[in-house]
């Protein structure tokens, strides 16, 4: 099938945000299957496709095919730039076991399914994406890695996403959904379609209808997800469905 990336121009204003899909094809195609019915002009995808799920390289090849406009994050960027490992190693050393694990686990295990075209995709992906007043990007401006936590200050926002001609800003990574009105500025998450972690286990993602944000959740087969985990060999298969199934983070033992 062709692959054709669609402009982020929204002449009617139903735009759709959708990130964090972490390789979890099963979650994927239930959204996928609601956007149908909500029909935006556009969606965006808001960074981290493919990795830490049973599916990474499908997922990849699914949001191609549906020309997603896409954003770069941080667990794709690791895939393709082995420098970050040693910079969030020195930036944080309290998760250090989280880091053996990702990058010493997860991110091979993707990267070898993926090969080296759809990691070439996922380099080329720009960081932030702004249009008519409404800045896509996956956690902040200058840091993939790092992003306001939904109870955050307004001032942070504030410092964090304000540009010049931006009257929204939505972005990913928490995996917490929310949707805050600042001064002159609206700050969004769009929560995990693949890995929610805000205690509810049905994927999120974001709908702005004439320049009103909501977040839309909806139920997914978790039986075909666990299928995909049993029949992908992924190597942290029951700690992967524990987090899902809880919609909670915690770290693999």
């Known amino acids: 099938m062709k692959r054709v990336e669609r402009s982020l121009h929204t002449s009617s204003g139903r735009l759709a945000v959708v990130s964090d899909v972490h390789g979890n094809l099963a979650a994927l195609e239930a959204v996928v299957a609601d956007l149908r019915d909500v029909a935006p002009d556009l969606v965006v995808h808001a960074g981290d496709v493919a990795a830490l799920g049973p599916r990474p390289a499908e997922v990849v090849d699914r949001v191609r095919e549906l020309g997603w406009p896409s954003v770069v994050g941080n667990t794709d960027q690791m895939l393709w730039d082995k420098s970050v490992e040693a910079e969030q190693r020195s930036r944080a050393p309290r998760l250090h076991s989280w880091l053996d694990v990702l990058f010493g686990v997860l991110a091979p295990w993707a990267a070898e399914r993926l090969g080296d075209e759809r990691l070439g995709w996922l380099g080329s992906l720009p960081r932030e994406r702004t249009q008519a007043g409404v800045r896509v990007l996956h956690a902040s401006p200058h840091d993939l890695w790092r992003a306001p936590m939904p109870d955050a200050g307004d001032q942070e926002l504030q410092d964090t996403y304000r540009a010049a001609g931006v009257t929204m800003a939505v972005y990913g990574h928490i995996?917490?959904?929310?949707?805050?009105?600042?001064?002159?500025?609206?700050?969004?998450?769009?929560?995990?379609?693949?890995?929610?972690?805000?205690?509810?286990?049905?994927?999120?993602?974001?709908?702005?209808?004439?320049?009103?944000?909501?977040?839309?959740?909806?139920?997914?087969?978790?039986?075909?997800?666990?299928?995909?985990?049993?029949?992908?060999?992924?190597?942290?298969?029951?700690?992967?469905?524990?987090?899902?199934?809880?919609?909670t983070f915690t770290r693999p033992a």
């Open 175 to 247: 995996h917490r959904p929310y949707v805050r009105t600042l001064d002159g500025l609206i700050v969004a998450n769009s929560g995990s379609v693949g890995l929610p972690w805000d205690g509810d286990w049905r994927p999120s993602y974001l709908l702005l209808d004439g320049g009103r944000p909501s977040v839309r959740r909806v139920a997914y087969d978790v039986e075909s997800e666990r299928r995909d985990l049993s029949d992908s060999d992924f190597p942290l298969a029951d700690w992967l469905e524990r987090v899902q199934r809880s919609g």
